[in-house]
């Protein structure tokens, strides 16, 4: 994908995710209205959750070898997840920013920060793209997490959805978050060897390899 490419999904992005927000301030319950923010600002993260979670999962069934391959190999459609993924970043950043004190919310405005310039390098170098496909796959535990978020604000603690959810919740936690992680960190110690975010100039440049072809037609001759 282009620069333009990137800059129109992202942008495309952040205005879906700001739709959203005003959308869900049209269903709030009676008992999420002492904090409308907080519940606005969760319903966004679930919707975020429900599509990237989705995206993230076709991505690999559609082009499974990038399973085999996280830096180099990828497809133009996981490089739009990525671009959009970081529109939404950017959305809750700045709408963490304008509503909360800096105290409540830091530690979220450190991770959102660095995701989207992690996120941001891979889509403009067009590397480790399949890297942030996988690191997408925890918004399938973020999907229940969000849920059940959202039930407690709606009082609906009790009951088998909640506790079907509470069960989805633990069980994608293990395996999309802690088992997730886990795979990732053995990935990169065994492809040690490749990873560089940007290929490595060749300090001759040029010149260098001109250099080095006058010689070799040289032996050349001489060997005539």
């Known amino acids: 994908m282009a620069l333009s490419s990137v800059i129109l999904?992202?942008?495309?992005?952040?205005?879906?995710?700001?739709?959203?927000?005003?959308?869900v301030s049209k269903v709030i319950p009676e008992s999420a209205r002492r904090n409308i923010w907080k519940w606005k600002n969760i319903c966004t993260s679930f919707a975020h959750s429900c599509i990237t979670a989705t995206w993230a999962v076709l991505c690999f069934f559609?082009?499974?070898?990038?399973?085999?391959?996280?830096?180099?190999?990828?497809?133009?459609?996981?490089?739009?997840?990525?671009?959009?993924?970081?529109?939404?970043?950017?959305?809750?950043?700045?709408?963490?920013?304008?509503?909360?004190?800096?105290?409540?919310?830091?530690?979220?405005?450190?991770?959102?920060?660095v995701v989207i310039t992690c996120f941001g390098l891979s889509v403009l170098s067009c590397?480790?793209?399949?890297?942030?496909?996988?690191?997408?796959?925890?918004?399938?535990?973020?999907?229940?997490?969000?849920?059940r978020q959202i039930l407690r604000m709606a009082n609906i603690a009790t009951g088998t959805l909640c506790r079907l959810n509470s069960?989805?919740?633990?069980?994608?936690?293990?395996?999309?978050?802690?088992?997730?992680?886990?795979?990732?960190?053995?990935?990169?110690?065994?492809?040690?060897?490749?990873?560089?975010?940007?290929?490595?100039?060749?300090?001759?440049g040029q010149k260098g390899e001109r250099e080095g072809d006058v010689d070799r037609r040289g032996r050349r001759d001489k060997k005539k």
């Open 9 to 23: 999904t992202t942008g495309i992005s952040v205005g879906f995710f700001t739709l959203v927000n005003a959308g």
């Open 62 to 113: 559609l082009h499974p070898q990038m399973a085999e391959d996280l830096i180099e190999t990828h497809s133009v459609f996981s490089h739009v997840l990525v671009s959009f993924s970081i529109g939404y970043f950017i959305f809750d950043l700045s709408d963490m920013m304008m509503n909360q004190k800096l105290s409540q919310s830091w530690e979220l405005l450190i991770h959102h920060i």
């Open 127 to 147: 590397r480790y793209v399949g890297f942030a496909v996988v690191a997408l796959l925890v918004e399938i535990n973020s999907v229940f997490l969000h849920l």
């Open 167 to 204: 069960m989805m919740n633990l069980g994608t936690y293990v395996v999309f978050r802690i088992s997730t992680l886990a795979w990732m960190t053995r990935w990169l110690v065994l492809n040690r060897d490749k990873e560089r975010l940007f290929e490595e100039q060749h300090p001759g």
